[in-house]
Nanobody
């Protein structure tokens, strides 16, 4: 079992930055891939970024490529998503998730554990 708690969301102006954190509990966190997803009102949950068990080989959605960086600190059971140059269309609830695979995955269905989400709002 892995429990996840996100933090770091908030209201930011367009062009600003936010760093989301994901605190994990459970002994298996450092063997599993971790991802970030988001869900805007009235839309399906979508992939943002993911990273493998060791913190290497990150992958990103095209919409976030070049504007975000995913990382993790397995010693502290923490994951991060640094987002820069934020746009109003980035407004959503952002979720941290863990997949019971070692390599990074893009699909919602491949992730087993989910946090409650943290809300990000970007004003124009």
């Amino acid at each position: 079992q892995v429990q996840l708690v996100e933090s770091g969301g908030g209201l930011v102006q367009a062009g600003g930055s936010l760093r989301l954190s994901c605190a994990a509990s459970g002994r298996s966190f450092n063997t599993y891939a971790m991802g970030w997803f988001r869900q805007a009102p009235g839309k399906e949950r979508e992939f943002v970024a993911a990273i493998n068990w060791s913190g290497n080989s990150p992958i990103y959605a095209d919409s976030m490529k070049g504007r975000s960086t995913i990382s993790r600190d397995n010693a502290k059971n923490l994951g991060y998503l640094q987002m820069n140059s934020l746009k109003p269309e980035d407004t959503a609830v952002y979720y941290c998730a863990v997949a019971v695979f070692s390599d990074a995955r893009r699909r919602v269905s491949e992730y087993t554990y989910w946090g409650q989400g943290t809300r990000v709002a970007v004003s124009s």
